[in-house]
């Protein structure tokens, strides 16, 4: 079983530069989210979408887009990349079944100089 | 403003010992807590959960506690064993703004278990 599925690994950005990051799910889940991970900042919620169509904002949802147009996929949209956007990105999803953890990616480690 | 919070950033045990991990939240509307585990170039990957109604919730060698009117939840690991060196996040959910699957997430807490 795949899981969470997210793509790439790796990313090195130029300042302005714009990039989608990737993540898929294979478990047919309805919530998707993703989160950004930074040093003694824990992990914080930018967008989640509780099915295709359907997307909010979350905690830290500026310089970012989301879309969701279909179940299995929920790429995150930088539009002009900018240091502060340094992170590292997680997908996770779960099924919309009252009290279901998340189940999470492996993550996308993203530097923008 | 922080609505989950843990206050160490690292705790460091012997194997074979009790590792106690902490977490404090501060909204009111959080029903469902849960923790994480994250070794390094990795997803966090689930642990173990505790609903509201319990105080208490038991799985294999970690058990979550709660305690409401502290606001005030702990992870016990027991015996410690050396796989279990990672980051250890505490999280949140509730149904403030009508919806109980956005988690909100404490810094973490590294867990170091010497052998």
């Known amino acids: 079983n795949a899981g969470v599925t997210q793509t790439p690994k790796f990313q090195v950005l130029k300042t302005g530069q714009s990039m989608t990051l990737q993540c898929a799910q294979d478990?047919?889940?309805?919530?998707m989210s993703w989160y950004r991970q930074d040093p003694g900042m824990g992990l914080r919620l930018i967008h989640y979408?509780?099915?295709?169509?359907?997307?909010d904002q979350g905690e830290v949802p500026n310089g970012y887009n989301v879309s969701r147009s279909t179940t299995e996929d929920f790429p995150l949209r930088l539009l002009s990349a900018a240091p502060s956007q340094t992170s590292v990105y997680f997908c996770?999803?779960?099924?919309?079944?009252?009290?279901?953890?998340?189940?999470f990616g492996n993550g996308t480690r993203l530097t923008v100089t | 403003d922080q609505q989950v919070k843990q206050n160490s950033p690292s705790l460091s045990v012997q194997e074979g010992r009790i590792s106690i991990l902490n977490c404090d939240y501060t909204?009111?509307?959080?029903?469902?807590f849960l923790w994480y585990k994250k070794y390094p170039a990795e997803g966090p990957t689930f642990l173990i959960s505790?609903?509201?109604?319990?105080d208490k919730n038991e799985d294999g060698r970690f058990t979550v506690f709660l305690n409401k009117s502290a606001k005030h939840l702990s992870l016990h690991i027991v015996p410690s064993q050396p796989g279990d060196s990672a980051v250890y996040f505490c999280a949140a959910s509730g149904r403030s703004g009508g919806s109980n699957y956005k988690l909100t997430f404490g810094k973490g807490t590294l867990l170091t278990v010497n052998p």
């Open positions: 979408s509780v099915g295709a169509g359907i997307t």
């Open positions: 996770a999803s779960s099924p919309m079944l009252g009290n279901s953890p998340l189940h």
């Open positions: 505790i609903s509201s109604i319990k």
């Open positions: 909204n009111s509307m959080f029903d469902y």
């Open positions: 478990m047919n889940h309805e919530y």
